[in-house]
C-alpha cells in the first residue's frame, strides 16, 4: 500500500519505518528540511533506539520529502504525525496540524481515500479535520472532489522504545464514524493483530505473544481513550509519589510499599517508581488539555488537578532535601546527572531536570551537567554562564558538594562510586529515580537521599 506519513519526528518516523518494514510503501513528509535531508543520507535527526537499523532494512521503501505535492501522488492513506505543543496555557496549539490539513486538502489526488490521525488533538477536532479536508472546492490539482474519511488512530509509543511498542503494542486502537475508515485501517495493521509477521533480529517479539487487542469505536471515543490513558498513568505515578513523601515522614520504604500493593492485580507494579515524577512532552500537555476541555463542559477534573500539582511539587521538595543537608547553595558546585526526562531519549520537554537546574541557579550555585545522549541539546538551549557540561561523567563529579541523579541511565547504576567519593567535595548523593545501590553508597561513605526511602 503506498503511505504517507506526515511529520518525520518521535511519532512518524518510528510508525512509518514499521510499516515499510512490513511492506508498505512510504514517503515520509516534513516542512523540516534539515531534518529531510539527514534522513535522505540514512542519518536519524534525534536519539531513539533501533531507527538507524530500522531505516536500513526498509532503504528501498522508503523516501523523504518536503512537497506536499510530490509527496501525496499515488497515495491512498495519509498519517498525520505533527505536534501540537502545549501553548501558554498549557492548551494544543492545532496550527500544524490544522496547516497539514489544508495541504492535504489542496493537494489530494482521486487515489487518496483515508487521513489517519495519530496526533493527539481535543476531543472533537477529528471532525473539523474531516471538515477541513472535505470542504467545498475545486483545485486545479483534481477534478471536482473526492471524499476522505477520517480515522483517529492515538499513539501509545513510550520514548526509549517506540519502535518495540509499534511492533508489539499493548493495544490499537481505531476510531471513526465510518465504518470503512475502520476496515482500512485495520486491514493495515493486520500483520501486527495477528503477530504472523517475521521479527526484525534487533525487536524479537515477546514470549507468549501471539496477538494484539484491536478497539474499534467512534472518533470521540478514539481520542478520549488517549487522554484519559495519559491521566491516568499520571495520577498513578502522583498517587506513589504521594504515598513516598509519607513513607519519609512514618519511616516506611516507598519500594516495599510499591511491591505490596503493585502485587495486586487490579493495580499492578508498572509506574509505580516513586521519583521526582514525569515529564515528557505527553503527560504535562494531555492532563492540563483534559482539564481545559472539561471546563468548556462545566466540569472540574480534581483528581486530574492534584496529580499535576504533586508532580510538579516534587521537582522542589528535592532541592529542600539537598539544602538540609548542605544548607545554603549559593556558590556551591552541584552536578547534574541526567538531563533528558527519561533514558533511551534525548527529548528535553518538560524534563524535571531542566526546573530543577533552573531552581538551583536561581539559589546561587553552580550547575555542572552530564547526559550521555542529550548533552549539547541542552547546552545549545542554555547560554548561561554558571553551567556546565562535560561528556566525561567523572569530570562533571569533580569537585562538586553534592550530585543529582536525575535520569535511570545505565551508565549512572554502574559508576565507580569509590573513585566518586575521592573526586567530589562533599559526600551528598540524591537519587531522584531510586535508580542506585543505596546500602553500596551508604557503605562507601556518601550521603545517600532517595525518595521515599
Known amino acids: 500500500m503506498n503511505i504517507a506519513i506526515v511529520g518525520a519526528g518521535y511519532v512518524g518516523l518510528p510508525t512509518g519505518l514499521a510499516l515499510a518494514y512490513l511492506g508498505n510503501d512510504i514517503v515520509f513528509i516534513d516542512v523540516d528540511s534539515e531534518k ?19 531505516l536500513n532494512l526498509t532503504k528501498d521503501n522508503v523516501k523523504f520529502t518536503t512537497d506536499y505535492k510530490s509527496g501525496l501522488k499515488n497515495i491512498s492513506i495519509v ?6 505543543p502545549a501553548d501558554e496555557n498549557w492548551k494544543p496549539n492545532l496550527t500544524n496540524i490544522k496547516a497539514v490539513a489544508e495541504m492535504i486538502g489542496e493537494y489530494r489526488t482521486k487515489k487518496l481515500e483515508y487521513v489517519v490521525n495519530k496526533s493527539t488533538v481535543p476531543i472533537g477536532f477529528g471532525k473539523m479535520l474531516h471538515n477541513l479536508i472535505n470542504k467545498d472546492h475545486t483545485s486545479k490539482h483534481i477534478k471536482g472532489k473526492n471524499y476522505i474519511t477520517v480515522v483517529s488512530n492515538p499513539e501509545f509509543l513510550r520514548e526509549g522504545s517506540a519502535l518495540y511498542d509499534t511492533f508489539y503494542p499493548d493495544r490499537i486502537v481505531v476510531g471513526s464514524d465510518e465504518i470503512n475508515g475502520i476496515e482500512a485501517v485495520s486491514q493495515l495493521y493486520s500483520p501486527i493483530v495477528n503477530q504472523n509477521f517475521t521479527p526484525p533480529s534487533f525487536l524479537q517479539r515477546p514470549n507468549g505473544l501471539s496477538a494484539v487487542p484491536i478497539v474499534t469505536t467512534d ?12 491521566a491516568f498513568l499520571a495520577m498513578k505515578i502522583s498517587f506513589i509519589n504521594e504515598i513516598a513523601n509519607l513513607c519519609e515522614k512514618v519511616g516506611g520504604d516507598i519500594n516495599e510499599v510499591a511491591k505490596g500493593i503493585g502485587l495486586d492485580s487490579r493495580i499492578g507494579r508498572k509506574f509505580l517508581n516513586a521519583g521526582i515524577g514525569w515529564g515528557g512532552s505527553c503527560f504535562g500537555k494531555d492532563t492540563s488539555a483534559l482539564i481545559e476541555m472539561a471546563k468548556e463542559y462545566g466540569l472540574k477534573l480534581h483528581m486530574i488537578e492534584a496529580a499535576r500539582i504533586v508532580n510538579y511539587n516534587q521537582r522542589t521538595i528535592i532541592i529542600e532535601k539537598l539544602k538540609t543537608q548542605i ?11 541526567g ?13 524535571p531536570a531542566i526546573d530543577i537546574i533552573n531552581k538551583l541557579l536561581s539559589e546561587g550555585a553552580y550547575v555542572k551537567v552530564h547526559d550521555p545522549v542529550s548533552l549539547q541539546k541542552f547546552l545549545s538551549m542554555t547560554n548561561k554562564s554558571n553551567i556546565y557540561g562535560n561528556t566525561d561523567v567523572y569530570k ?6 553534592a550530585v543529582f541523579v536525575l535520569t535511570e541511565w545505565d551508565i549512572y547504576k554502574e559508576l565507580d562510586w569509590q573513585m ?15 535508580a542506585l545501590n543505596r546500602e553500596l553508597l551508604i557503605k562507601s561513605g556518601f550521603i545517600y537521599i532517595g525518595v521515599g526511602r
Open 36 to 54: 529531510i535531508e539527514l534522513l535522505k543520507k540514512g542519518k536519524i535527526p534525534f536519539y531513539e533506539p533501533y531507527l538507524n537499523e530500522m
Open 79 to 84: 498519517f498525520i504525525c505533527v505536534g501540537t
Open 219 to 230: 472518533l470521540c471515543s478514539a481520542e478520549l481513550i488517549k487522554y484519559a490513558a495519559n
Open 327 to 337: 544548607g545554603n547553595l549559593a556558590n556551591k558546585s552541584i552536578g547534574i546527572l
Open 339 to 351: 538531563l533528558s526526562f527519561k533514558p533511551n531519549t534525548d527529548d528535553l520537554r518538560d524534563a
Open 396 to 401: 562533571v563529579i569533580e569537585g562538586c558538594d
Open 420 to 434: 566518586v567519593k575521592r573526586l567530589m567535595r562533599g559526600n551528598v548523593v540524591i537519587d531522584g529515580r531510586n
